[in-house]
């Protein structure tokens, strides 16, 4: 247990004391995940709310498929982009296979899904007499979309810290598209398979303590939303 | 201001392949207060979403101020509001679900006329404003589903059952806020209640609807 409790020592050690390499790991893992969430929020906040507002014909078969992609291995989402990516891919000449938008393409794939589905859930579930109210209280057809949004917004920050949580935790795409190369493309969650696998304890605790530290913010960011979204 | 503000020319309103509402001929005046009696079912819903300009009927025409008017969200619903039994408060404070029509029309001076409007439903702007959506009783938030409407200064204000479901007090504030709108602004009243007495003693004339057809007039 000794090796433990000094792992968790040091870990905080280099937390506090600013250790470059740890940080490096961490700016990477936020550079990477801002960039993709907020692609999968332009992208997906709007479609799932068409897709949960509008109806057309093949809604259910999209509605069916996206539900299906909540679950695609984050191992699976890495290869295909990195088969996409590398030198003899469709996206071969771009240079981005191992880089932190290389990485932020994959994890958009893994949120996309997560937005799309969220957002058109809670379009969905919004009161019925919600349209007939902000047509008797005078909007016209852009205030009434507009309006139905904003009503939704709790959800849908919802489906954002429901992503965010996968995001950031992910390893598949991380490991495959970005290579885990030290100081450009080694994450946090990169960092921690590798440095346990070495044995060395302490940058993986440290990093651990960070995510943790993410998780607990996102889960009480989520338990006040729940409360009022349902509300 | 051009009268009859709404009429309606021999409605139907069919719903799988039976009548729920068969209207020939009904006008309704600026500054009336217009009565709906009738038991469950009777069609006075049908009827106040046919005036609000909500439900398309399946025949017949209903214009607005002389006007044929179409149903989908336009001009019309600027003059034409509705209450119901169990509004829908957007998710936003006390103070921004009252301004929500005023900022919609891109009216001035609103946080004065919401103010205005909390008083005439009895409800104390001080302690209401900031109030979130969810920190309300039913009744108050009749009141200030009436205030949202009220602000807006109607020409003609549907209320379909509003004093059902509330107790004495908040009852009587919705019924003199309702009457003071026609007074101080003209506008025009449309009320459905089972609440007969209350709807002899306030109205210009009592419909009383029976299985979609208006069965007499008082």
Same mark, same amino acid.
């Given at each position: ?19 470059? %390499? ?42 069916? +498929? ?18 996409? /990516? ?9 240079? /981005? ?43 016209? $057809? ?8 904003? &009503? ?17 935790? &992910? ?61 | 201001?051009?009268?009859?503000? +709404?009429?309606?020319? !021999? ?11 068969? =209207? ?38 209903? #214009? ?21 039994? &169990? ?20 009216? $001035? ?5 919401? !103010? ?9 702007? %001080? ?7 969810? %920190? ?34 908040? #009852?009587?504030? +919705? ?7 026609? %007074? ?22 009592? =419909?009383?609807? &029976? ?5 007499? =007039?008082?």
């Amino acid at each position: 247990m000794d090796f433990l409790l000094q792992g968790f020592l040091q870990g905080f050690v280099l937390l506090f004391s600013g250790d470059s %390499e740890t940080f490096s790991a961490i700016f990477a893992t936020v550079g990477a995940s801002s960039f993709s969430m907020a692609i999968s929020l332009l992208l997906g906040v709007p479609l799932g709310f068409l897709l949960g507002y509008k109806d057309f014909f093949g809604k259910r078969v999209i509605r069916t +498929i996206v539900d299906t992609l909540l679950s695609f291995p984050t191992v699976v989402i890495g290869l295909l982009v990195y088969a996409f /990516l590398t030198r003899h891919g469709p996206l071969g000449g771009t240079g /981005l296979l191992f880089s932190i938008p290389g990485i932020a393409i994959g994890q958009t794939l893994l949120a996309l899904p997560i937005i799309i589905a969220m957002t058109a859930q809670a379009v969905e579930a919004l009161d019925k007499r919600l349209p007939m109210t902000l047509i008797t209280l005078g909007s016209n $057809s852009r205030q009434i979309l507009w309006a139905t949004v904003m &009503e939704a917004r709790f959800s849908i920050m919802l489906a954002a810290m429901a992503a965010y949580g996968r995001v950031v935790s &992910e390893v598949g795409i991380s490991m495959l598209v970005g290579g885990n190369i030290k100081w450009h493309t080694r994450t946090i969650t990169t960092a921690i398979a590798l440095e346990t696998g070495k044995g060395e304890f302490a940058m993986g605790i440290a990093l651990g303590i960070v995510l943790l530290a993410v998780a607990l913010i996102v889960n009480i960011a989520t338990t006040g939303l729940k409360k009022k979204a349902v509300h | 201001m051009d009268c009859p503000l +709404i009429s309606l020319d !021999h409605i139907r309103q069919i719903y799988n392949g039976r009548t729920v509402l068969s =209207i020939d001929d009904l006008d309704i005046g600026c500054g009336d207060i217009i009565g709906l009696a009738g038991p469950n079912g009777s069609g006075k819903s049908t009827l106040l979403k046919i005036l609000a300009f909500l439900n398309t009927p399946t025949a017949g025409t209903i #214009s607005f101020m002389g006007s044929p008017t179409t149903i989908k969200p336009g001009p019309v619903h600027r003059q034409v509001t509705l209450l119901v039994q &169990e509004p829908y408060l957007l998710k936003r404070t006390v103070h921004a679900n009252v301004a929500y029509g005023l900022r919609v029309r891109k009216k $001035s001076d609103i946080s004065t006329k919401v !103010h205005n409007a909390l008083i005439e439903v009895g409800l104390d702007p %001080e302690k209401f404003s900031n109030r979130q959506w969810f %920190e309300l009783s039913g009744g108050e938030a009749q009141r200030v589903a009436l205030a949202a409407r009220l602000v807006l200064k109607p020409k003609m204000l549907l209320m379909d059952e509003p004093t059902a479901s509330l107790d004495t007090k908040s #009852s009587q504030l +919705i019924r003199k806020a309702a009457l003071r709108a026609r %007074e101080t602004n003209g506008t025009s009243l449309v009320i459905a209640s089972h609440d007969l007495p209350w709807l002899n003693e306030v109205s210009d004339r009592t =419909i009383h609807l &029976e299985d979609g057809i208006i069965q007499e =007039i008082k």
